[in-house]
């Protein structure tokens, strides 16, 4: 399989008074498509960081990332956000005043994402998560906290990107609410072919991906996944 994003050589650092306080150390790592990935590890071992370097809301201090080979510079920071990656919040960062349907169609107008029929792709989007027709004319404002992440997924995936990345995106949703969320991204990496890279604190999430990466004092690892392990093992005899 193919790579489509990958971390070459990467180190980042910050600057907090005259100190630098190093949070990735020359790391390595490559992501395809169709996998599911999730990235572990304590508070403030640089899970954010690295995703803000995924989605190129910053940049490495060394080495680079490149998107099918490409640097992500070279393609141009901004467009490499609207049209190549998918970015899901934690606050969902939706706009509150308007309804679920104007905010994935405000979306689409800033992706350059163009359907024949923008609002029928929209619907199909939303419906795909879980949001029902009635729903979708709905104010945000009006919906749960469940419902606006749905909301929030299905406005990344009109960009069609093939990159989707998420910070916590269960943090503040039920246990019943998360576990639907996840089944999203995992039929997005399993039968929609895209990349998907979770954050999250959750064991249970890590355990259902296909790629558990934990960060961890600068440098990452691949921890095996018990429950992949297993199921390896069972197809196998
Ligand atoms: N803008 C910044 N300036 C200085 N230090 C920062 C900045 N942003 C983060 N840090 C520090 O970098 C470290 C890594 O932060 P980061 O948010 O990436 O960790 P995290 O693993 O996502 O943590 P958590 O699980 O608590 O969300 C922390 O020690 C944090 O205090």
Redesign the pocket.
Known sequence: MSKLLEFNQVSYW???ENKQ?S?LNNIHIEFEKGKFYTII????????????LASALDIPKEGEILYEGKSIKKIGLSKFRNKYISIVFQSYNLLPYMTALQNVMTAMEITGSTPVNKKLFAFEKLESVGISEKQARQKVLTLSGGQQQRVAIARALCSQADLIVA??PTGNLDENTADDIIRIFQQLAHKENKCVIV?T?SNKIAGVSDIIIE?SRGGLSIVPNKQNLQKNLLNRS
């Open positions: 910050y600057k907090q306080l949070i590890g304590p508070s403030g071992s640089g899970k954010t960081t690295f995703l803000s910070d916590e954050v604190h960060l």
